[in-house]
């Protein structure tokens, strides 16, 4: 990394990823560290051009005081401190918590006067340093990547290509779950036009044999989890020479994991727990970023814009979505049901304000007409959420003529369907996702 740097030291402030988002944006690179870092480790991480304190209320966490070590002041950076010699101090940084402006214009003069930093973190270098790092690691030995085709993995999948080429063997496992054209997408980009090395199963018999007359939701994601790691497994031991597993780990994964003590709501599916024996090194190439930075970085490498600012889809995709026992016609009727959203959405420009919608398919049916006749199908639900971390969530008030378009479109081109309904739940009490 040849980027200068900024060091936060964490004194259990929430706002540590919001400085460190912000000097970021000032083009110049910034990381946090635990408060109890040393002045040789400190000294030990490349090109740091000055630190920054940064406590919670009188720097308590979980009602004992905590402190950075005294030799840090005495360790050759310059220093900005809460209640120190410093302007700026913790508690003013907490009023600014919302508001990136605020924070750059608090902390530009420490910076660039005192800390002499220079921008260059942009993506262009970043990617260049990567590109190095990488080759560094790996050498010419193989790297192993699930490439699900969300934002993360496909652009570790576009860096480690640029870096290693053909010794880049992506998997792209094909649940049935996913939205429609989302794997020929994956292919179209990966194998077709960026020549990528990539495997594609299509694993979707093999995942709704499994899931049939399964209802209860903590069960069908733990069929759909296991079950991707057993047919990427499958695929792994297939191949000869592979020493390096590349993951999709991102910034505050990292920053998070540490501090993490929320309970489990749902059980999150991620390729992690492969078997003991196929073990792989780590090749985290986007573990210094944020989710905007990762988004930055797929465009310098080439990606397509709606590959790169694609929706979060649940790693369960489609499966936590048509409720209940999965059938292959409710399947059905909700992936169409979502294209038509997905594109009328698109179309009214809502993709750019609203950070996810999706349609679900409950497993009960009601009474309607058509054709004179009476009907007896499934309702479609329409929701769509804005929310920040996903923790909590309030829903989007759209337009009722762009409603009504997509339920005359949804009733009169999806099978099955006699309704649609609209999901008004925040989260809470509701979560995004309805399993
Ligand atoms: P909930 O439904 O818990 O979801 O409010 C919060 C966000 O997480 C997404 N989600 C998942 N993402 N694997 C993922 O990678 C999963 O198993 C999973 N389940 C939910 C959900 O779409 C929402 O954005």
């Known amino acids: ?13 929430h706002e540590n990823t919001v400085l460190a988002r912000a000097i970021r ?21 490349p090109n740091v051009k000055g630190v920054i304190i940064n406590g919670g209320p009188c720097n308590v966490v979980d009602g004992v005081e905590i402190d950075v070590l005294p030799e840090i002041y005495e360790a050759g950076f310059p ?24 924070i750059k214009e608090a902390v530009k003069g420490f910076v660039f006067d005192e800390c002499k930093a220079e921008t260059n973190w942009n993506m262009k270098n970043f990617v260049n340093d990567q590109i190095e790092l990488i080759r560094r690691q790996v050498g010419d030995k193989k790297v192993l990547l699930a490439l699900s085709g969300g934002v993360d993995s496909s652009v570790v999948a576009a860096l480690l290509l640029k870096a290693i080429g053909e010794n880049l063997v992506c998997v792209h496992v094909n649940h ?10 994956v292919v179209e980009i990966f194998r077709n036009q960026l020549n990528a090395n990539l495997i594609y199963v299509d694993a979707t018999e093999r995942f709704l044999t499994k899931l049939e007359n399964v209802a209860d939701p903590e069960e069908k994601r733990k069929i759909i989890g296991g079950e991707f790691i057993r047919v990427f497994e499958e695929e792994a031991r297939k191949l000869d020479g592979i020493d390096f597993l590349g993951q999709g780990t991102i910034y505050p994964d990292i920053v998070e994991s540490g501090t993490k003590t929320a309970k ?48 979060p889809f649940p790693g369960p995709g489609l499966g936590v979505r048509c409720l209940g026992a999965i059938t292959r016609d409710r399947l059905e009727a909700l992936r169409e049901s979502d294209a038509i959203l997905q594109e ?14 999706f349609t679900v398919v409950p497993d009960f049916k009601s009474v309607g007409v058509r054709n004179n006749a009476r009907s007896y199908d499934w309702p479609v639900i329409i929701r769509a959420v804005n929310t920040i971390d996903a923790m909590t969530a309030s829903i989007e008030l759209i337009d009722w003529p762009i409603l009504q378009k997509i339920t005359d479109r949804i009733l009169k081109e999806v099978p099955n369907i006699n309704r649609v309904c609209y999901d008004l739940s925040p989260k809470p009490s509701a979560t995004i996702e309805w399993e």
């Open 1 to 13: 990394m040849k980027q200068d740097m900024i060091v936060i030291l964490d004194l259990g402030s």
């Open 25 to 45: 944006a000032l083009g110049v690179y910034s990381e946090i560290y635990p408060h109890d870092i040393t002045a040789e480790e400190l000294k030990a991480l």
């Open 79 to 102: 220093v900005m401190a809460a209640g120190h010699d410093k302007a700026l101090c913790a508690t003013k940084l907490a009023q600014f918590t919302d508001d990136e402006e605020a």
């Open 176 to 185: 049935g779950l996913m939205r429609k054209g989302e794997s020929e997408a």
């Open 264 to 311: 489990v709501v749902k059980s999150h599916h991620n390729v992690g727990g492969l078997p003991e024996d196929l073990q792989f090194e780590l090749v985290e190439p986007l573990r210094q970023l944020f989710k905007d930075e990762v988004r930055a970085c797929g465009l310098e490498l080439g990606l397509p814009y709606d590959m790169v600012y694609r929706q």
């Open 344 to 357: 009328e959405f698109k179309l009214a420009g809502l993709d750019k304000t609203v950070w996810q919608y």
